[in-house]
């Protein structure tokens, strides 16, 4: 069923606390962590709980979780006192998403460029 967790899914284990991660934030819907492999100074990844494979699947089964992670995007950005930022999500493995477990990037503290590679 749409919106439950995966067995074969890595961020539906840190949401479950089956793998460690380093979590800045967390709301009853929301997870919000550091990313492994850092891409700025600043690179937070936030989490629905509930599993969707993408955002565009998250915005259409669950409207209202898609608010709750882009307003968690700007919660992160004040609590690391980032003036600009920016909010990525890769949708297809082309685009280079890895995790198909919708996710919000939160990239900041360095200049960034546009259009981005
Ligand atoms: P994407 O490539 O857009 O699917 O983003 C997935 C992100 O998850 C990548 O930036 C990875 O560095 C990050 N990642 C993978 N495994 C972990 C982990 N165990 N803890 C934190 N971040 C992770
Ligand atoms: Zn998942």
Redesign the pocket.
């Known amino acids: 069923m749409a919106g439950e967790a995966q067995d074969d899914c890595?961020?539906c284990k840190?949401v479950a606390g089956q793998?460690?991660?380093?979590i800045v934030r967390q709301t009853a819907t929301t997870v919000a962590?550091?990313?492994?492999?850092?891409?700025a100074p600043v690179?937070v990844?936030v989490i629905p709980k509930a599993h969707y494979p993408d955002a565009a699947s998250l915005a259409e089964g669950a409207p209202e979780l898609a608010a709750d992670v882009l307003r968690e995007t700007q919660a992160v950005a004040e609590e690391e006192k980032l003036e600009s930022y920016r909010t990525?999500?890769?949708t297809g493995a082309g685009?280079?998403?890895?995790?198909?477990h919708a996710?919000a990037?939160v990239l900041g503290g360095r200049g960034l460029q546009w259009p981005p590679g």
């Open positions: 890595l961020f840190i793998i460690p991660a380093t962590f550091r990313d492994i492999n850092p891409k690179h990844l990525v999500f890769n685009a280079g998403q890895t995790v198909f996710h990037h």
